[in-house]
């Protein structure tokens, strides 16, 4: 049993099928075209759970941090990696410095989708994944409807590592879906998650249980026990996937949902994170890695401060990442909000200064020349984003 915040599902089976998914809204008709322009590559990583951006890329440099974060806040003389003098990366993503170092790296601070006020994990993931103003009844996903409008021929695929199409591939447009042949075990942020919701329902709380129970028996593993294997197994695929006929492809990491003990709860997330992107590059190669871009994203960032509970809570303003040998990294884009009194989002969450609509745009803009016009009106209704933005010069 695989078990995700947004969706369930029961599978044993590995599997490669084809998946045209039915919208409600506007039918977008599948084109083909002579040929993909170029041989580019995209992958797009969801980070699910809401990944804290400040945990990850740590703005120690900033005064108030550290007061902010009394237990989560590091420092370059407690294990962070200094980035540029500023900001710092989290020890647990180490196998991420490399990267850095040669450039093929680069974190976007302080953005968000347009969602707001009610920091609900379903619908946050549905924004990002859907690409529009607002949660609505749209049930296709923004690199879904990228695919009517980026010339390819059919030997330029798109292929879902996932048990199913998920919602950023869902649409009109043929995807493929490709679930491995033994599932992840849920992360321990999913655990936490659907035992808090089932807590006030005896019935819920016994069902959870035994399934947990069973599902613990069959697969011989803890919540938490083989991820880093999964993890670089369904990389591995991805690339192998992109080595051949497929340019576009995406997958998914969980476990960041951390409300409680977020210092022990963080490092297997984001030991995967910087797992995937290594293996995407070690097994597609260096000739494909240089014609690769790598965007991973999450539903939205977490609160400044901490809780009681030595985590963190719900926010707003997060954290992109950028990888992949097309891009020219080695900086923090985007525009830092500061996190003084008056500089926080309802005195509590990061600031957002970018639509990370626009990142994503960025790269469909630059990988397969897709243009201003089907960006701002098909594929990311009312985004803003033209030929200037700044995240085309990474």
């Known amino acids: 049993m695989t078990l995700s915040m947004n969706r369930i599902s029961l599978s044993r089976r590995g599997f490669l099928t084809s998946a045209c998914c039915l919208a409600a809204a506007p039918v977008f008709t599948p084109v083909t075209f002579a040929a993909m322009p170029g041989d580019n590559r995209f992958v797009t990583i969801v980070l699910r759970g809401a990944m804290d951006g400040l945990d990850l890329v740590q703005p120690y440099g900033d005064a108030g941090f550290a007061a902010l ?12 990696l200094d980035l540029d003098g500023h900001f710092g990366l989290h020890p647990a993503a180490a196998d991420l410095m490399p990267l850095w170092k040669s450039r093929e790296l680069a974190f976007v601070h302080a953005v968000s989708t347009p969602y707001r006020d009610q920091r609900s994990h379903f619908d946050g993931q549905d924004m990002l994944e859907c690409g529009g103003e607002h949660v609505a009844e749209e049930r296709t996903g923004w690199l879904n409807r990228a695919l009517a409008v980026i010339p390819r021929s059919d030997a330029r695929k798109a292929i879902d590592v ?3 199409t998920e919602l950023i591939l869902s649409g009109p447009n043929e995807v493929d879906v490709w679930a491995s042949d033994s599932n ?6 999913e655990m936490q998650f659907l035992t808090r919701l089932y ?6 709380a016994a069902a959870l249980a035994e399934a947990t129970r069973a599902d613990t028996a069959s697969m011989m593993t803890g919540p938490d026990g083989q991820r880093g294997e999964k993890t670089a197994e369904v990389a591995a695929l991805a690339a192998n996937m992109l080595k051949a006929d497929y340019r576009i492809a995406s997958f998914s990491i969980t476990g960041w949902d951390t409300h409680i003990g977020q210092a022990g709860q963080f490092k297997r997330p984001a030991q995967d994170l910087a797992q995937a992107i290594n293996t995407l590059k070690a097994t597609l190669g260096p000739e494909i890695w240089a014609k690769t871009v790598v965007l991973a994203m ?3 960032g977490r609160t400044v401060r901490q809780n009681g509970s030595a985590g963190t809570d719900h926010g707003t303003g997060g954290c992109a990442l950028l990888s992949g040998g097309a891009i020219n ?3 923090i884009l985007g525009k830092w909000p500061g996190l003084n009194d008056g500089q926080l989002l309802d005195d509590r969450d990061l600031m957002p200064t970018a639509d990370v609509r626009e990142v994503a745009a960025a790269m469909l803009y630059r990988q397969f020349d897709v243009g201003v016009d089907d960006l701002t009106a098909q594929i990311f209704p009312g985004l803003a984003f033209d030929k200037g933005s700044q995240f085309l010069k990474v």
Do not use: I, M, Q, Y
């Open 162 to 164: 996932n048990t199913s």
């Open 199 to 204: 807590a006030g329902d005896p019935p819920f």
């Open 69 to 80: 974060r009394p237990t989560l806040a590091l420092t370059p003389e407690t294990g962070l």
């Open 184 to 189: 992840l075990a849920p992360a321990r942020d």
């Open 329 to 331: 990294g080695g900086g």
């Open 298 to 300: 999450t539903e939205f």
